[in-house]
């Protein structure tokens, strides 16, 4: 067992009279890559909205590294690297200079950390080109580049895969199995597709009208 770094408890979502989210409770542990699968509308893109604090919850909590991103959301969003949808980047600018733009939104991010996460990403060769010119999975690469500016331990993806051709998907895959084992990321990844995440989850979460209806090992639900 890794250590907890983000627990969902008994969460609970309603839109008006609609309830989107029933008690969903699940936890990833750090160097886990956890596959959050369910049909459109199931209520994924809601759940992690909830875990960013960009929508309020009705009861329920979601801890990360410990804190209560209700009561201390400064410190539990502190670690944590996001793409929700599409990551948003400049078309007119190249790969290195969107990440010079981000990195000044935090303190003391270095060259050389800029330098690193765009060797994790693969993009070397193509990081001075204009972002306009680059395939969606070299975008989505920047994206992750991005979200990991900062050192979080925490990294969360709303369906990444959207779109990707199946070179895209195995880029993608390649990299976030790289994160996890060397830099021993916990990955929340969400998506409608099974198929694309079986073979490198690590763990699975299962979400059907708003319930999680298994979750685990994803060799034990194979």
Same mark, same amino acid.
């Given at each position: ?14 839109? @008006? /009279?609609?309830?989107?989210? %029933?008690?969903?409770?699940? +936890? &990833?542990?750090?160097?886990?890559? *956890? =596959? ?87 993009? @070397? /060769?193509?990081?001075?080109? %204009?972002?306009?010119?680059? +395939? &969606?999975?070299?975008?989505?690469? *920047? =994206? ?79």
């Amino acid at each position: 067992m890794g250590e907890v770094i983000l627990e969902c408890k008994k969460l609970n979502k309603k839109f @008006g /009279k609609k309830q989107v989210l %029933k008690d969903v409770s699940f +936890s &990833l542990e750090a160097g886990d890559i *956890l =596959g959050f699968i369910g049909p459109n509308g199931a209520g994924k893109t809601t759940t992690i909205k909830l875990i960013l604090g960009l929508q309020s919850i009705n009861s329920g909590t979601v801890s990360i590294n410990g804190f209560d991103i209700k009561k201390d959301y400064v410190k539990a969003i502190e670690r944590v690297g996001a793409i929700v949808e599409n990551p948003d980047m400049y078309m007119y600018l190249t790969g290195r200079e969107n990440l010079k733009m981000i990195a000044r939104q935090y303190k003391g991010i270095s060259k050389s950390r800029i330098e690193e996460v765009i060797k994790i990403s693969g993009l @070397g /060769k193509r990081i001075d080109d %204009k972002v306009s010119k680059y +395939s &969606l999975g070299m975008r989505q690469r *920047l =994206g992750i580049a991005a979200a990991i500016l900062h050192n979080p331990n925490v990294l969360v993806l709303d369906e990444p895969t959207n779109g990707l051709d199946p070179e895209g998907i195995k880029e993608l895959r390649d990299l976030l199995v790289k994160l996890a084992k060397e830099k021993h990321l916990g990955i929340l990844i969400s998506s409608h597709n099974l198929a694309e995440l079986d073979n490198f989850c690590t763990k699975v979460c299962m979400i059907q009208n708003g319930v999680i209806i298994e979750s685990g090992d994803i060799k034990r639900l194979k």
